[in-house]
């Protein structure tokens, strides 16, 4: 449906009984990260000079995932004369997590594969942190089943690959899809992180000079059902969709995994439980609510200016978005060509489940809806009978231009999306309104990059990826596409320049 014909129905469902129930729903925006952002963009109004000056071997420059990686690397080599600079008052960046009186929940990223052996260093943190032992997942960590479901034609059925109806041409499509996907995953190109390889293999640049649609299109795939769950797919992991994703990105979404693999790994706050163990580590050097508005060449140095204090550095870790260091720091590419994605997520307080709700999975998606569903926080808490629940809800907009999302951010007011989510929601669960009692929702504007056709020959990403003498960058948009595999690989490696440079 497109936006026009889906805030119809959202009206046409709120004018009915559940209109009032939805009037009584509180909360509001949450973590809203453009006025700061805007700020630095246009220095209006301009940030105060720094009151001191510090000499710092390494400055690492934004607290999600990514830099607290890079940290967590340094720290483990021992080197220690570092700070770590987050803009937010709440580390964790895309990782941030919230909590309430039912539950701990995730503001956006909520799982991570389980890491297979090509993942080295995920497999480290892992170990290190408890979630594997001997080669062991811990099945405390390992989501519980039910694990996915899909709303299709009036009823759940397990799993998002659509089951109600299919033909036998939509069963022989996704046959052969799985055989093309089995032998792309066979040429080793298709790794977590992607340079897993070191550059022994090569990926397939003429996939990546197509979109995702066109490689269905060559391949015979035209099934509807196969192309919603691939095209929903890529609206969940990249916030794009077949024609906004280079089809080398979109196999990989699929080829990268192994046939049975178990997992995810997930947790009530997602991955926010992984940011606290991280913060355990190497929360020391962690200096929150400390924007950096500059970053000037002093000499063979790098002035890093925050407006309680400037750090004269010789090695910095630039993990916040890098089109943001365009505005930042000097003589950085004056424009970043990277595409972000806008999103909303969307924290709903439920005080019961709604009725004939089913057996209600960890993610929970509607066929044919412009969201991607929601998360249930509460399906990795051990407490057997809970009424109230929280769901994180997802939307990536991806059919029309990011700038025009990004306008209708700005614009819309929080009664909108409340009415929108319900609007969506409802089609599913006919008293959904009558169930919640608050809707927090975050705007992201920026939210990831989108890895569209020609991101992985892009010769701009491969000059950010190589930085200049001193300053790294590290931020998981390098890699064209955002998970967790991409930020700690973007961090470590910047981290083993900083002490490469200062060894
Ligand atoms: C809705 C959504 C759902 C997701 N779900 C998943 C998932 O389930 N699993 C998964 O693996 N990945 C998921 N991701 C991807 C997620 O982005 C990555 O896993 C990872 O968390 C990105 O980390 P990062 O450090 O590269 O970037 P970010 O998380 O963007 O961190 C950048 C940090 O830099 C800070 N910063 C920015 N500017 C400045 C400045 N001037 N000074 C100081 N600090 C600054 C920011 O505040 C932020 O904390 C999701 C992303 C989104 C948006």
Avoid at 34 to 47: A, E, M, S
Avoid at 168 to 196: I, N, S
Wanted: hydrophobic share 40%; proline share 5%; with cysteine.
């Amino acid at each position: 449906m497109n936006r026009r014909g889906f805030v119809s129905a959202a009206l046409l469902g709120l004018s009915s009984k559940s209109g009032q129930a939805a009037r009584n729903i509180a909360g509001g925006f949450v973590n809203d990260g453009f006025p700061l952002g805007h700020r630095l963009r246009d220095r209006k109004p301009g940030f105060a000079a720094p009151k001191q000056t510090i000499r710092i071997p390494a400055v690492i420059v934004g607290g999600g995932c990514a830099g607290l990686s890079a940290a967590w690397h340094l720290n483990r080599r021992g080197f220690r004369d570092f700070v770590l600079l987050e803009m937010e008052r709440e580390t964790g960046g895309n990782a941030r997590w919230g909590q309430n009186e039912v539950s701990r929940y995730p503001w956006a990223a909520h799982y991570l594969p389980v890491a297979n052996r090509e993942s080295a260093l995920v497999r480290e943190l892992c170990t290190e942190i408890g979630l594997l032992k001997d080669g062991v997942w811990d099945e405390r960590h390992l989501c519980f089943s039910p694990q996915e479901r899909l709303y299709l034609h009036g009823r759940w059925q397990e799993g998002i690959e659509p089951e109600i109806a299919a033909t036998r041409k939509d069963h022989d499509q996704y046959k052969k899809f799985d055989t093309l996907m089995h032998e792309a995953r066979a040429t080793g190109q298709f790794t977590k992180p992607l340079e897993a390889s070191g550059g022994k293999i090569s990926p397939d640049l003429s996939l990546d000079r197509i979109n995702m649609r066109e490689w269905l299109r060559r391949n015979g795939l035209d099934s509807e059902y196969l192309q919603w769950y691939v095209n929903y797919s890529c609206r969940d992991d990249y916030g794009s969709n077949l024609d906004t994703t280079s089809a080398w990105a979109g196999i990989h979404e699929f080829a990268s995994r192994e046939p049975e693999e178990k997992g995810p790994l997930t947790w009530p706050e997602g991955n926010g439980w992984i940011v606290e163990r991280l913060k355990e580590r190497v929360g020391k050097y962690l200096k929150a609510s400390s924007p950096v508005y500059r970053i000037s060449r002093e000499g063979n140095q790098w002035k890093v200016w925050t407006e309680q204090t400037a750090y004269l550095a010789d090695a910095v870790i630039w993990a916040a978005p890098t089109f943001l260091a365009s505005y930042i720091v000097e003589g950085a590419h004056p424009k970043c060509d990277f595409v972000y994605s806008p999103w909303i997520t969307a924290n709903l307080t439920l005080r019961r489940m709604p009725d004939h709700a089913g057996d209600i999975a960890w993610d929970n998606v509607i066929y044919d809806s412009p969201s991607l569903g929601y998360v249930v926080a509460t399906h990795m808490n051990l407490t057997t009978v809970q009424p109230e629940s929280v769901w994180t809800y997802y939307w990536a907009l991806v059919d029309q231009s990011p700038a025009a999302y990004r306008k209708l951010l700005l614009e819309k007011d929080w009664s909108y999306w409340r009415d929108l989510i319900l609007a969506d929601l409802t089609r599913a669960h006919r008293d959904i309104a009558d169930c919640i009692s608050r809707i927090d929702v975050m705007r992201l504007g920026h939210a990831m990059a989108r890895p569209v056709p020609g991101f992985l020959g892009s010769p701009q990403r491969k000059r950010w990826i190589e930085g200049e003498p001193g300053l790294y960058y590290a931020n998981s948009d390098l890699s064209g596409f955002s998970i967790f595999e991409e930020a700690q690989f973007r961090g470590v490696e910047a981290a083993k320049k900083v002490l490469r440079r200062l060894s």
